[in-house]
């Protein structure tokens, strides 16, 4: 088992930055990649973005120049770093790891956060 911690969720004005961290402990040799998934009301759960050991990334269309996915060298700790929030961040915002397939960073997922949440408004 790889029980995922978050935190770092919040409520921030729309422009404004939040930054996420998900630390992973236990049977750390079962992962390979880390990222973040989110979930709005009424919505499917989305991939935001994730990060493999060796660095390699995926975002979300959405995101992409306004987040930053990073890892600590230990591998352990993955980082959301959210700039220029808008109104539809809003989200529950799950961490997850597991492992890239192809061209996904985060393509296989066994272990899923408690998930937090990150209210933006206008």
């Known amino acids: 088992q790889v029980p995922l911690v978050e935190s770092g969720g919040g409520l921030v004005q729309a422009g404004g930055s939040l930054r996420l961290s998900c630390v992973a402990s236990?049977?750390?040799?079962?992962?390979?990649?880390m990222g973040w998934y989110r979930q709005a009301p009424g919505k499917q759960r989305e991939l935001v973005a994730a990060?493999?050991?060796?660095?390699?990334?995926n975002y979300a269309d959405s995101v992409k120049g306004r987040f930053t996915v990073s890892r600590d060298n230990g591998k352990t700790t993955v980082y959301l770093q959210m700039n220029s929030l808008k109104p539809e961040d809003t989200a529950v915002y799950y961490c997850a790891a597991g492992w890239p397939v192809g061209q996904s960073a985060l393509g296989i997922i066994h272990y899923w956060g408690q998930g937090t949440q990150v209210t933006v408004s206008s």
């Open positions: 990060i493999t050991k060796g660095g390699s990334t």
């Open positions: 236990g049977s750390i040799f079962s992962i390979n990649a």
